[in-house]
């Protein structure tokens, strides 16, 4: 078998390149990103918002989740076209607020104040 030799010094050169080329990208990255789209006509007052230990919330708290999904895994009626345009673009704002995904399946809803 061949014996392979390795140049210790060339190697980690390669690596620091490398290592500089991805930040350099993250960095362009970041910059690029585009805002999360503006939603409108989805009345956010029908979908059953709750906060921590599932109690309801009133209309102005600064996060709440809700069921995106009924158990069937079908649209909940009241929040079909948020969780659809979501799924379209990760995230959505509207009303001041910023809306996701989230859970095991990505089928519960997340809403947190915009700053």
């Not at 585009?34 to 109690?55: F, N, Y």
């Not at 079909?80 to 799924?87: A, D, G, P, S, W």
């Not at 809306?99 to 089928?107: E, Y």
Request: hydrophobic residues 35%.
């Amino acid at each position: 078998m061949p014996e392979i030799r390795l140049d210790g010094e060339k190697l980690l050169r390669c690596i620091e390149a490398i290592e500089a080329q991805l930040n350099e990208i993250r960095r362009m990255s970041a910059m690029t990103a585009a805002p999360a789209p503006r939603v409108q006509g989805i009345d956010l007052t029908k979908i059953e918002w709750r906060g921590k230990g599932s109690e309801p919330v009133t209309a102005g708290a600064e996060w709440a989740w809700a069921f995106g999904y009924n158990q069937d895994g079908t649209y909940k009626p009241e929040s079909k076209t948020l969780v659809q345009h979501i799924e379209q673009y990760e995230k959505v704002e509207m009303d001041g607020y910023e809306m996701t995904l989230s859970g095991r399946d990505k089928r519960l809803l997340n809403r947190k104040k915009v700053k």
